[in-house]
């Protein structure tokens, strides 16, 4: 009905143009139906005949091999696979030490108990509606009531996207990261496991182990289409739960070769897969190999299964369906490992965490205290800083306290000396920008006093965020007002997000939008974002080009923004390498506009723009120098938060820099720490400035023990595809962990949580 009122509403139709038919989902069987009353009577036997008759004339449909010869074999498979078990029952109940593991998901709360010898004796799996708080309740309850004073409560620990709230609820003994909880229950199962992969309804996890720890992690940013819920949309579709939808395809005799598409392309081929007469059966095959392929080659990029590892352990409720976990072998083209327990591994690996650090005493809530826990929760917006932190206060009791949401100390209702608080170049950089005012003072151009203070705005973004000291000093020294259109905020995007012509442009472009709008808002007499082919020359690379994005965003906008008619919007090609090139070329371009424009005081703006932004690139080497300095006294661990210049915008980083500094790191940016620091051989053309800078940073990394490197990449950046695979291959081959953050629009801080502490747990395991 909304969507109806909407329809009507956008197109302005009166209620005779807008007819809405009760018969509109049989529309199309009704006109085939008055289509045919021109055509030969047939009785109803002879249409059944006709209809059977067209069925053996099928399409000719891309086919694979069968799943299984026969089911001998699928016998074969699933008693090997029985073979990695844990005994999950007890014959006339249980009498000793347990040790509980609960796994607090985003949807799920998995919980298990085990005894000494790791047997379990409780489990369970279900969704957590909303309230894993409650949930947890009634289980620990259950517990509780059903073996009483048989059983001695050990050690707890909990793990998930819930475990903090979890933990402070019910006074639970140990909180871990859900990749070492995982890594914990699959070494029980293989303790040479050397890959991992954990395929959920929604996500997609996978750990490479070297020298028993976790080397890397990998999970899917947005897309669905290696998880179950790519399986069970279809198999809704069709009328099938997904248990049944999976069976269906244990024994297609001709799988249909369905691809590795995403799900909304997926729907067409399945659609024409059925058209061309291929079964369920069929279909059902093809897609659990479509789910197969596109997590190896979509989410982990491996290039062959070889890159995946020799041991293998796979968990998750998505492959206790037997023909993806079939399928995953055929296509790797060896054996792997699946516990009977795949869906509960998370739970089981807290619960084994529990039993090896086992405490004195275990600290968790006794029965009384679990049935009368009182839980209330309520939503706030922190008002510390512009970042507008949406939080979520838990009330326990009604006293003990836990805020979650926060992206500093602030929203958490911590305050640190200054004493306690970590360096973090971003926030350095950021306090920089601020440092450069709106220019009202007297200009030090005499020639420009005799004028009118004319204000020409810079909009911060892209290409602007590095060169501001250079423009700022440029059009000051020139007499103008300099109007900087400040950090970006959510607001501001939406301003111009109806300009932004394509949807797969990095989000640090579409934001230039907002910051037009938000320049035009105030009456600017002109806006300033030249064309840049070449970034600074630092010598560091074959060449020194500029993003293709941020070098000419201005022709984009030019063609698209309506609202450029208001004012003078100058993109003029510059040369900024050569002082009296770009003196020239601005002469130029502002005489055109500016009557007051002499090439003598654009020299001299010149020569201040660029000692000014020599003295703004020292200043940054000199604090990531002190910031290093400041984190090996302390004993510190050091963090290259490594992206563009851009990525210092609180609006395109979501406060992860903050994250950073409260795990513990000292925070620095890939600029501040190799101003002497050559990137090393490389297997690709080293042709752009900040690509440079990102090598050179990851070799950095490569040879302090202390220091890690964190590489943030934009959702539709064309060039990081290359920039991710060699920090990637630098920083593994000097045997470092390398860690990926996806960035966009949308933020989810708990899952760059789960990166940044699964990096810190792989580096206590390497004892580091």
């Known amino acids: 009905m909304g969507l109806r009122e909407r ?10 143009n807008a ?20 055509s030969e009577l047939m009785g109803y036997d002879e249409l059944v005949k006709r209809l059977k008759e067209s069925m053996k004339h099928k399409e000719r449909v891309s086919t694979l091999p069968p799943l299984f010869k026969d089911k001998n074999e699928y016998q074969a498979f699933i008693r090997r696979h029985t073979q990695n078990s844990v005994k999950t029952e007890y014959a006339g109940g249980y009498e000793g030490d347990a040790y509980i593991g609960i796994d607090c998901g985003s949807t799920t709360t998995k919980l298990v108990v085990i005894t000494e010898s790791c047997d379990i004796i409780y489990t369970y799996y279900s969704s957590n509606k909303g309230n894993p708080v409650q949930i947890v309740q009634e289980q620990l309850t259950k517990i509780y009531d059903e073996f009483g004073d048989k059983l001695t409560i050990r050690g707890c620990a909990v793990t998930g996207y819930g475990e903090e709230l979890i933990k402070r609820a019910f006074s639970i003994d140990f909180g871990l990261v859900e990749t070492m909880a995982h890594y914990t229950a699959a070494k029980y199962f293989d303790k040479d496991v050397d890959f991992i992969l954990d395929i959920g309804g929604q996500d997609i996890k996978c750990f490479k182990i070297r020298n028993n720890s976790i080397d890397s992690i990998m999970l899917n940013e947005a897309c669905s289409s290696g998880c179950g819920s790519f399986i069970e949309t279809f198999a809704q579709s069709m009328g099938y739960t997904v248990e049944e939808f999976a069976r269906q395809g244990l024994f297609s005799m001709a799988p249909v070769d369905l691809g590795t598409r995403c799900t909304v392309f997926m729907n067409s081929s399945v659609k024409q897969a059925q058209k061309d007469g291929a079964s369920v059966q069929d279909i059902s095959a093809g897609l659990s190999l479509s789910v197969v392929k596109n997590a190896i080659y979509k989410v982990i990029r491996a290039t062959t299964p070889d890159e995946l590892g020799q041991r293998i352990v796979v968990q998750g409720g998505t492959f206790m369906n037997d023909a ?57 917006v922190c008002k ?23 992206q500093c100390e602030k929203g958490a209702g911590i305050t640190l000396r200054d004493d306690e608080k970590l360096p973090n170049l971003y926030e350095y950089k950021r306090q920089l920008i601020e440092g450069y005012p709106t220019s009202t003072d007297k200009p030090t151009n005499p020639t420009s006093l005799r004028k009118e203070r004319l204000k020409i705005g810079l909009p911060m973004a892209l290409g602007m965020y590095e060169l501001y000291p250079l423009w700022h000093t440029i059009f000051s020294e020139l007499g103008f007002v300099v109007i900087g259109s400040g950090f970006s905020t ?75 008619k208001q004012t003078r919007f100058l993109c003029p090609y510059l040369n900024i390498n050569s002082e009296k090139e770009l003196s020239r070329e601005l002469t130029l371009v502002l005489a055109k506009h500016f009557d007051f424009i002499k090439r003598s005081d654009v020299n001299r703006a010149v020569k201040a723009g660029a000692a000014e932004y020599r003295a703004h690139m020292r200043r940054v080497y000199d604090e990531g120098a002190r910031a290093v300095k400041f984190a090996r006294d302390k004993g510190k661990r050091i963090m290259i938060l490594a992206g563009r210049p851009y990525h210092i915008d609180p ?56 220091t890690q490197l964190v590489q943030l990449v934009s959702f539709g950046c064309g060039v990081d595809a290359v920039t991710t695979d060699e920090v990637r291959a630098i920083l593994e081959r000097n045997n470092k962990l390398y860690t990926q953050i996806k960035i966009d629009e949308i933020t989810n801080l708990g899952a760059v949580r789960i990166r940044l502490r699964s990096l810190i747990g792989a580096l206590q395991e390497r004892g580091r």
């Open 490 to 564: 959510r607001k501001l995007y939406q301003k111009g997000q109806f300009s932004i012509p394509s949807d797969t442009v990095c989000y640090p472009a579409k934001l230039m939008h907002g910051h037009i709008e938000t320049l035009l808002e105030q009456g600017v007499d002109a806006i300033f974002y030249p064309c840049l082919t070449y970034n600074i020359n630092e010598n560091k690379g074959d060449n020194f080009y500029n993003c293709p994005v941020v070098a000419y965003y201005s022709e984009l906008l030019q063609g698209n923004m309506d609202s450029l």
């Open 384 to 406: 510390g800083c512009t970042n507008n932190c949406r939080l979520t206060i838990n009330i326990f009791n009604g006293k003990d306290k836990l805020i979650s949401g926060n």
């Open 19 to 38: 007819i809405f038919p009760g018969y509109g989902l049989y529309a199309v069987a009704i006109g085939a139906s008055l289509y045919s009353e021109d």
């Open 651 to 706: 609006e395109i980083c979501h406060g992860i820099d903050k994250l950073a500094t409260s795990l513990g790191f000292v925070v620095v940016s890939e600029d501040s720490v190799t101003a002497d620091k050559e990137p090393p051989t490389l297997g690709v053309l080293n042709q752009w400035t900040y690509h440079s800078r990102l090598y050179a940073a990851a070799q950095y990394a490569a040879e302090h023990d202390d």
């Open 324 to 380: 993806v976990l079939r399928c995953f072998e055929k296509e790797i083209g060896r054996e792997v490992v699946r516990p009977n327990i795949a869906g509960l591994m998370g739970a089981f690996g807290a619960a084994l965490y529990a039993k090896e650090h086992r405490p004195k005493t275990s600290s968790i809530l006794d029965a009384d205290a679990v049935r009368t826990l009182k839980h209330e929760s309520r939503s706030a």
């Open 7 to 16: 329809f009507v509403e956008t197109l302005k139709l009166s209620e005779e």
